[in-house]
């Protein structure tokens, strides 16, 4: 089983601020890394896939990065939408998903 | 537009049994392979099942292996999630969700389990 351990539990920032939020898998998964955000709820919506390509309609404040095993979601200047819950999630092995990261408002 | 509408959900006794449907529409539910995905209160999400265009292809979590059987009806479109030997622990929300070209792109609302006696 692939384990993905996410990067803070917690991020505390601010509207305009940059968030930069790690996924790191116990093996490799290749580029086969997705990111997703939650808001309470709500299903969750895809924003990444394939590690560093946007889902459509996803603003282009919100990038992917990252190969085999370390990943980084950023998210440019955070709007106050952007509050929510990001959980990662991979493919490469059949399917599992990060404990999640809440990013708040500071 | 892309529509995934589950249903079925509701309070059941432990040990008991449930089946849950996905209905979409909206785009060639043929071509699609499908995922269930739950989501206990307050907690992560957890990837359950997994079946292929033609049902050729099935994969299951640990955790639910033989407990739970996913199968679909192309012709109804429609994907299902027979639960058997149900306990507390597969409380949770459970939603259906797609995947092709772009993996996990829709999703539905999710149906809620609950069991409890």
């Known amino acids: 089983e692939v384990v993905l351990t996410q990067s803070p539990a917690t991020l505390s920032l601010s509207p305009g601020e940059r968030a930069t939020l790690s996924c790191r898998a116990s093996e490799s998964v290749d580029n086969f890394l997705a990111w997703f955000q939650q808001k309470p709820g709500q299903a969750p919506r895809l924003l990444i896939y394939?590690?560093?390509n946007r889902a459509t309609g996803i603003p282009d404040r919100f990038s992917g990065s990252g190969s085999g095993t370390d990943f980084t979601l950023t998210i440019s200047s955070l709007e106050p939408e952007d509050f929510a819950l990001y959980f990662c999630?991979?493919?490469?092995?059949?399917?599992?998903f990060g404990q999640g990261t809440k990013l708040e408002i500071k | 537009e892309v529509h995934l509408v589950e249903s079925g959900g509701g309070l059941i006794q432990p040990g008991g049994s449930l089946r849950l449907s996905c209905a979409a529409s909206?785009?060639?539910?043929?071509?699609?392979?499908m995922h269930w995905v739950r989501q206990a209160p307050g907690k992560g999400l957890e990837w359950l099942s997994f079946?292929?265009?033609?049902?050729?292809?099935?994969y299951y979590a640990d955790s639910v292996k033989g407990r739970f059987t996913v199968s679909r009806d192309n012709a109804k479109n429609s994907l299902f999630l027979l639960m058997d030997s149900l306990r507390a622990e597969d409380s949770a929300v459970y939603y259906c969700?797609?995947?092709?070209?772009?993996?996990?792109?829709?999703w539905g609302q999710g149906t809620l389990v609950t069991v409890s006696s």
């Open positions: 079946i292929n265009s033609n049902s050729a292809t099935i």
């Open positions: 394939d590690a560093s």
């Open positions: 909206g785009f060639t539910f043929n071509t699609y392979s």
């Open positions: 999630q991979q493919r490469s092995y059949m399917y599992s």
């Open positions: 969700t797609r995947e092709h070209l772009i993996p996990f792109d829709y």
